[in-house]
T-cell receptor
């Protein structure tokens, strides 16, 4: 079974620039999540999709972050404009269950550095 | 939102020693999941606990869910260098909220 695919693996941008991350979940997993993990901290949920609908985006900084999952499969997360404090690893995860029962499968993440 | 608190933040052990990390919540948890993240890696699902007082074992790892479903623990017997990493608990009440993790280092 293929895992959760994410790209790019690394990205360095200057503050105020924009950046986009891509995620392709495990085939058949209807639920997709984006997490932000700042160095030394636990992952923080940004947004949860069920198919192509948003279930929870309460912690997404909507003034600069946006995410979509138009066809209910792969997803993109965008930051515009980026700030220094956005430097983190952005993790995508998927689960078979709509409530994550049975665990999440995470991708390898995109490490973003904002300079 | 509700957070799960993990202690300790760091633990350094000699290879062969035991290790325990604790996860505590001020409110009742519906279920709790444990993940391991190797240095430079991504979180990997270990186990899910659902029932009050539940105990599950995976080789040298023992997971417990408290009777009141407000706390959980992960115990590793006779640590090995391959156990190095950060162990996270995650509260799956409404969305998956992770604790800050316990970083384990093992001295050979």
């Amino acid at each position: 079974e293929a895992g959760v695919a994410q790209s790019p693996r690394y990205k360095i941008i200057e503050k105020r620039q924009s950046v986009a991350f891509w995620c392709n979940p495990i085939s058949g997993h209807a639920t997709l999540y984006w997490y932000q993990q700042i160095l030394g901290q636990g992952p923080k949920l940004l947004i949860q999709f069920q198919n192509n609908g948003v279930v929870d985006d309460s912690q997404l900084p909507k003034d600069r972050f946006s995410a979509e999952r138009l066809k209910g499969v792969d997803s993109t997360l965008k930051i515009q404009p980026a700030k220094l404090e956005d430097s983190a690893v952005y993790l995508c995860a998927s689960s078979l269950s709509s409530r994550g029962l049975g665990g999440y499968t995470f991708g390898s993440g995109t490490r973003l550095t904002v300079v | 939102g509700q957070q799960v608190m993990q202690i300790p933040q760091y633990q350094h052990v000699q290879e062969g020693e035991d290790f325990t990390t604790y996860c505590n919540s001020s409110t009742t948890l519906s279920n709790i999941q444990w993940y391991k993240q190797r240095p430079g890696g991504h979180p990997v699902f270990l186990i899910q606990l659902v029932k009050s007082g539940e105990v599950k074992k995976q080789k040298r790892l023992t997971f417990q869910f408290g009777e009141a479903k407000k706390n959980s623990s992960l115990h590793i017997t006779a640590t090995q260098t391959t156990d190095v990493g950060t162990y996270f608990c995650a509260d799956n009440n409404n969305d998956m909220r992770f604790g800050a993790g316990t970083r384990l280092t093992v001295k050979p």
